[in-house]
């Protein structure tokens, strides 16, 4: 039988549903039965207190948001505790049907990014609620700007092309001594190598766990950061900043022809008032 047949079935639907959390580099796999399933070659772990919310097709399916909860206690809940992780945190759900031998058709149900988690029951529980992959359909899409400032993303393959592995704006695995709130404290690598400032407005990526803060001020081997860590790294890389200016880009990168912003635009419309510019 097909998982339509079984789907519909009064008699032989047994649905049983797994779930795919993609954090960076690491998957978590669940499943909403009593027991562990097996799906190719991957093993789904039965949670006990996994619940799910409803979802939606049609008109609105954009809109609805995908609710999954967990016990706190749970990895995935711990990523949320304390402070915002500084990666997406995709959400897959699938389903198929037990009786559906020798395999089973798997459809996935739902596919999207976790947009918020609240916590419920005195703490006890995580409600993750995820926005669709469709729902990026809808919305507005930015336009280039008029502007003085440059348009492009730092590092971005196809606009900046700054190379983001390049010694000269990258310090790679450097070892942190310690983290006060949002200071991170390096043992070397900056202070002597770097001025002072060089690193505002880039960002520090955690060795072999992709996880990201944005720097707000450097000094020496220290760097405040926007939000701290979780849990305090071990090694980190850094990356410089920029604060998309033409001069900036000119002495820091040398990459003015590739400047996305207009560095000349007026500072005064001509058209609405009068006067020497």
């Known amino acids: 039988m097909t998982y339509d047949a079984h789907e519909t079935s009064v008699a032989t639907g047994r649905p049983v549903e797994i779930y795919e959390i993609i954090a960076g580099p690491t998957t978590y796999r669940y499943t909403s039965a009593e027991d562990d399933q097996?799906?190719?070659i991957q093993t789904f772990s039965a949670v006990a207190g996994l619940k799910r919310g409803s979802t939606k097709d049609g008109p609105g399916q954009r809109e609805h948001d995908f609710q999954l909860e967990l016990p706190t206690s749970d990895p995935v809940?711990?990523?949320?505790?304390?402070?915002?992780?500084g990666i997406r945190i995709q959400l897959k759900v699938s389903r198929f049907h037990r009786d559906d031998t020798p395999t089973p058709e798997v459809v996935q149900i739902f596919d999207g990014f976790v947009q918020s988690a609240s916590f419920t029951d005195q703490g006890k529980k995580c409600v993750l609620s995820a926005r669709p992959t469709i729902a990026s359909l809808g919305?507005?899409?930015?336009?280039?700007t008029y502007s003085a400032s440059c348009n492009h993303v730092l590092y971005d393959s196809a606009?900046?092309?700054?190379?983001?592995?390049d010694p000269a704006f990258r310090a790679s695995t450097l070892t942190v001594m310690s983290q006060a709130g949002n200071i991170l404290n390096?043992?070397?690598?900056?202070?002597?190598?770097?001025?002072?400032g060089f690193m505002n407005g880039g960002f520090v990526e955690v060795v072999g766990v992709a996880d990201y803060r944005l720097i707000l001020d450097h000094v020496g081997n220290v760097l405040?950061?926007?939000?701290?860590?979780?849990?305090?790294?071990?090694?980190?890389?850094?990356?410089?900043?920029?604060?998309?200016?033409i001069?900036?880009?000119?002495?820091?990168?040398?990459?003015?022809?590739?400047?996305?912003?207009f560095a000349f635009v007026p500072k005064r419309n001509v058209h609405s008032g009068s006067g020497v510019l």
């Open 38 to 40: 097996t799906v190719g």
């Open 77 to 85: 809940a711990q990523i949320f505790v304390g402070v915002q992780p």
């Open 139 to 144: 919305r507005q899409v930015p336009r280039r």
């Open 159 to 165: 606009t900046c092309k700054v190379d983001d592995t």
């Open 186 to 196: 390096l043992s070397s690598g900056l202070s002597g190598t770097y001025p002072d």
């Open 224 to 245: 405040t950061l926007l939000l701290p860590f979780a849990t305090v790294p071990t090694t980190v890389n850094v990356f410089a900043g920029c604060d998309h200016t």
């Open 247 to 261: 001069a900036t880009c000119s002495s820091k990168f040398s990459n003015v022809d590739r400047f996305g912003g």
